[in-house]
């Protein structure tokens, strides 16, 4: 009985198992091969290398309208959210551990590419092009989201991912809202 599971799916998937147990660089086309349980010939014709298919895999869990759900529950910093209800109601806990991955810091172009997509995510929510920032305010994305990144892959976060939405409620999460809200303001 043939595999009623597509190819393309099953290589997506095995790129995320394999992820989870080991290193980006110890990744192969013929572990992925092996695992999705096709031909390296099926890999190829669907994705250029491990890079494309790492960057298809990110795509096809990033939720364009994160920032947008985020921004809409954040407009009262003030107000006491509780963010882990709100992961999980969003069904976002298995995105956040997949993000993760990505953020660890076993390779650079895995980690520069979830930090720049988050980056593009939030200004596109907050209507602001990266293109005509002043340099204060690149700096300032910057470190928050070089921050974001580091600390999704901290093994605190590991042990308890739905601690990292508490930030929010104390004063540097309110140093970030308060940024995402001036540049929003600055340049809209």
């Given at each position: 009985m043939p595999?009623?599971?597509?190819a393309?799916?099953?290589?997506?998937s095995s790129?995320?198992?394999l992820l989870s147990k080991h290193n980006y660089s110890d990744i192969t086309i013929k572990s992925i091969a092996i695992d999705a349980k096709v031909n390296h010939n099926t890999i190829y014709y669907h994705f250029k290398n491990i890079d494309e298919i790492a960057l298809?895999?990110?795509?096809?869990?990033?939720?364009?309208?994160?920032?947008?759900?985020?921004?809409?529950?954040?407009?009262?910093?003030?107000?006491?959210?509780?963010?882990?209800?709100?992961?999980i109601e969003k069904g976002l806990l298995d995105t956040f551990m997949k993000i993760r991955l990505f953020a660890r810091g076993d390779s650079i172009f895995l980690y520069n590419n979830i930090k720049n997509i988050m980056l593009e995510k939030w200004l596109l929510a907050i209507n602001v092009d990266l293109n005509y920032l002043e340099e204060e305010d690149l700096v300032d994305l910057e470190f928050i989201f070089n921050g974001i990144t580091s600390l999704v892959a901290n093994p605190i976060i590991e042990k308890d991912?739905?601690?990292?939405?508490?930030?929010?409620?104390r004063p540097l999460g309110h140093g970030i809202i308060a940024t995402i809200n001036r540049l929003k303001e600055k340049y809209n």
């Open positions: 595999n009623s599971i597509p393309r799916n099953r290589i997506i790129f995320w198992k298809t895999a990110l795509d096809d869990v990033i939720i364009d309208d994160l920032p947008e759900l985020f921004l809409s529950i954040l407009s009262d910093v003030d107000k006491k959210i509780n963010y882990e209800n709100f992961l991912p739905k601690i990292l939405t508490t930030i929010v409620n």
